[in-house]
């Protein structure tokens, strides 16, 4: 008997803005890669090659990127996101076999799904600080007995990961909006579901959580160096860098780090663990970078210092830049939402120089222009906003 | 990137390899050859299409074959390194998909040991190395083989002394189709899908044995199992990756693309003999002479020398003697007229430099220096993806000789495309698809890229779509202007920008609906305009970019709204090789 996955990414994440702009959260790079990719990665790891994706925010981002992937996916577009159960809806016609049912936009390392495909009709679940932003999942003897999906007070810590093995037989009655409803229905028609906890697990709600997830799957990275390095740059541990990079004398990288390619790293510039920094980035001397996350084409000056940041695509960094890591209370939605960051930066975001940033989100395209410095902590600044 | 088929069982071998070549065309089409065994191995290859081979070619006797289809990477596409490679006595023949890192060491090696190389690819090593290791066993010679490489690769080998066939994967994709007394291998499982839809995927390291009686797995030299995996679905939707065409995949693969484009010239890989000369002739047809045309308004300014910009077809009329520089710019490679100008460049022997997406096309046997601006093959007869890239070389080219233009502007252009795709153009989509006539006009620049505009839609959407300077509207196109007639108009902030701003007006007069693309800022614009698609760039580079792909996603979304077959549009093919 074969195993189809369905991944779903249909969804973009509104939680994750101002990271989401451009993409849905499964396809936000972390250590280099989109989730998604990672994902499939460990599906190949347990002989999964039957993966079908539902899109549908960004589907056309989505889909060029699966082109690269090393396997052939199929492609099902959810056209309204009306929920997790209604995308498997959608690519009800194309399963024909048992199902796993993955939420695109989590890691999960391969022995999990490896022990969650022993047993039929399972899902993984897993213990969580702040339960009541998930699925919170009621066991009784390794059996699921129900799953209330975010509740304001959650009574127990065990949460869904949101991954499913089931019956492809279970799937020709679900008319549920949410996949969690759908199993708490299937449970009350006295199908039983077991729970089975993951060893791993990632999922990142709100965009700093993209930074430890970061820091854990960067450890899954094999050294390569590729580029131009200068014979006068230390370098420790795990760190893969692209070809065409250039690492300038006197630079100091630790790992795990990954630098894609075409980047120029100035020359005494320090690259502490947990860093990915894409393609054609610009370092200019001087400056101290670690634990964080820099996605393509930007541009960060000489003599900053920057911690715990998530910078989008193309943002423009002056010199002289503080980024430290605070915590504090920030707006998200309509709820205030305890957060632990540097900065969080969208996509196209210019900076001027001597501006320090603690525990802040900035939106996508922001311009941020003090010209006798600046300091933001515990901010949130929404999309093409121009601070001065 | 390349394809390969393998086929043994009980049909005739040839036939069905040629038929699994042309489904995996996509991913190379340069040149293609297959080997068939019957008591003795036989070979045909050529340089060409795999889909325009004759039946004629599917004779060769035997019901064990291999096959390939090839997108050259290492030597020029020729009958001589057209895959499969054989070794010194042709008793073992290879097709291979992937590089060979360490082909040079090999085969110096392997020369050393006395052994002849024919071709100038990296793949010729591994029949040459298998013929080495044999001592009577293909397969105890291609385990030890796989020591050797490095690389990625997926290879298939037949060897004269027994009727099977070798398969080995390692980073490059390969998979068997299992059927009943018969077994395929292939790049993809599109090839397969005709025959069987169990299918079996090979994983890294993997070497498979393959006979009429079965098949054996070998990582190393133990035998492992692999799952046989059973297929329903359509192929199609595979090499498309889920993209409704071709054109709109291509479409999307331009920021990386462009990128590659960019970075495929620099300081030290621009001809020399560019930065010497007094004047420039860019000669090109199609798509590509609109690049040519944007080229010459910027380079003229920018690095102040004249550029003469010529079609390829009119070229060999102009009987000016030549002097300068000649820069050809041809897709595919092939382009009959782009070849007859460079020809006529070398006969008055002056410098040649071929901009092409094709390595070692017929082009660049001619030109005196090859640009490759390595978009990767394009599949839809309308050129996009090939466009951007050569956009990207002659921007880059622009920066490197002018020496003003920094090209930190230019490595933001993917990010640029990026954008453009947040855009909603449904509005400008719904008023081009009611139209029976468009108008494209812009000033400077922007006049090419508007013709380049009007050309995409011309050409997939069947609406007769015309460019015009918007100078020269007042010149006579004018009295065509109705409410029936939308104008797509470029009004970006810039040295044009008021004198268009007029023209639009004095458009508007005539009732004539407008599409523009400006400022989001411009409230002018915004109020004038029934349409506004809004651009905001930092570089007049980027803005160029940037129209070509919006003009492309109206053009593409409109005739898909008219339901029009976008890929192949009628009459129309994708490389003219005729003059």
Known sequence: MSVQAVILAAGEGTRIRPLTQNRPKALIPVANRPILEHLVESLLACGIRDIIVVVGYRKEQVMRHLIHLPVEVRVVEQKYQLGTGHALICARDLITDDLLILPGDNYVDPSSLKEVLKIQNSMLITTHRHPSNFGVVHVEDGRVVGIIEKPVHANRMTVSCGVYYLEHTLLAGMTENMLSDAVNVLISQETSIKAVYAHEWQDAIYPWDLISMNERLLRNISPSYAGSISTSAVIEGHVSIGKGSVISPYCMIKGPVVIGEDCVIGPHVVINPGTSIASRVVIEPFTVIGNSLVMDDCTIASHSKIASAVLGEACTIGEHTVITAGTGFIEIGEEAVRSSCGVIMGNGVFSSPLVIYENTLIGNDCQINARNGLRLRSKVIPDRTRVM | ?579
């Open chain 2, 1 to 579: 990137m390349c394809g390969i088929v393998g086929y043994i069982g009980f049909r005739p071998a040839a036939p069905v390899l040629f038929e699994g070549l042309k489904q995996l065309e996509y991913r190379g089409y340069d040149s293609y050859g297959i080997a068939t065994h019957s008591n003795e191995i036989f070979i045909h290859k050529k340089k060409g299409k795999v889909s325009e081979f004759s039946p004629d070619e599917t004779t060769l006797p035997g019901t064990c074959g291999i096959g390939h289809t090839r997108w050259a990477t290492h030597g020029i596409p020729s009958d001589l390194n057209a895959h499969p490679h054989t070794d010194c006595n042709e008793q073992i023949a290879v097709v291979h998909n992937g590089i060979i890192e360490n082909y040079a060491h090999l085969k110096r090696e392997l020369r050393a040991k006395g052994h002849t190389f024919r071709s100038e690819t990296d793949t010729e090593v591994i029949p040459h190395l298998l013929e080495d290791l044999n001592e009577g066993d293909l397969l105890k010679a291609i385990q030890k083989m796989v020591n050797y490489l490095e690389g990625s690769y997926a290879v298939l080998a037949i060897s004269n002394d027994c009727n099977r066939l070798i398969a080995v994967k390692n980073r490059s994709p390969l998979v068997l189709g299992i059927g009943d007394g018969e077994f395929f291998a292939a790049s993809d499982i599109t090839p397969l899908l005709e025959y069987t839809n169990r299918v079996l995927y090979l994983e890294d390291g993997d070497i498979a044995e393959i006979s009429v009686d079965g098949y054996e797995i070998y990582q190393g030299s133990t035998q492992v199992s692999r799952r046989v995996h059973e297929i329903q679905w359509a192929p199609e939707t595979v090499q498309k990756g889920g993209f409704p065409h071709f054109m709109l995949k291509e479409i999307y693969e331009q920021p990386e693309v462009i990128n590659r484009a960019i970075h495929s010239l620099t300081p030290d890989s621009i001809p020399r003999f560019l930065y010497d000369a007094k004047s420039m002739t860019v000669v090109a047809c199609g798509s590509s002479y609109h690049a040519g045309l944007i080229f010459r308004y910027l380079a003229e300014s920018a690095c102040g020398i004249p550029v003469r910009v010529e079609f390829g077809s009119e070229f060999k009329y102009n009987s000016v003697p030549l002097t300068d520089v000649i820069i050809g710019i041809s897709q595919s490679g092939e382009t009959a007229d782009t070849l007859s100008a460079i020809h006529k460049g070398n006969c008055s022997n002056v410098q040649t430099v071929a901009i092409t997406n094709v390595l070692n096309s017929s082009i660049t046997r001619y030109a005196d220096n090859t640009i490759l601006m390595q978009a990767g093959p394009e599949i839809s007869v309308a050129a996009t993806k090939s466009f951007t890239a050569q956009l990207g070389v002659l921007l880059q080219m622009i920066s490197l000789l002018s020496g003003q233009v920094s090209d930190e502007f230019l490595s933001h252009a993917g990010v640029s495309i990026d954008k453009v795709f947040l855009l909603n153009l449904d509005d400008a989509v719904s008023l081009c698809a009611k139209a029976e006539h468009i108008f494209f006009v812009g000033r400077g620049p922007f006049y090419p890229v508007m013709m380049e505009g009007a050309l995409k839609m011309k050409e997939i959407s069947y609406i007769h779509a015309e460019s015009y300077a918007a100078g020269e509207i007042k010149h006579g196109p004018f009295s065509l202007l109705s409410p029936e007639t939308p104008v797509i108009a470029t009004c970006l902030p810039g040295p044009a920008y008021a004198v268009m701003l007029g023209n639009l007006k004095e458009m508007k007069a005539r009732g004539t609906p407008i599409i523009a693309i400006g400022s989001e800022e411009d409230t002018e614009l915004s109020e004038l305009a029934d349409v506004l698609i809004p651009l905001e760039e930092k570089h007049i580079f980027l803005e160029i970019v940037a129209v070509t792909v919006i003009l492309q996603l109206l053009a593409y979304h409109t005739a898909a709204l008219l339901g029009r077959e976008i890929d192949k549009p009628r009459n129309l093919a994708k490389s003219v090789t005729v003059e």
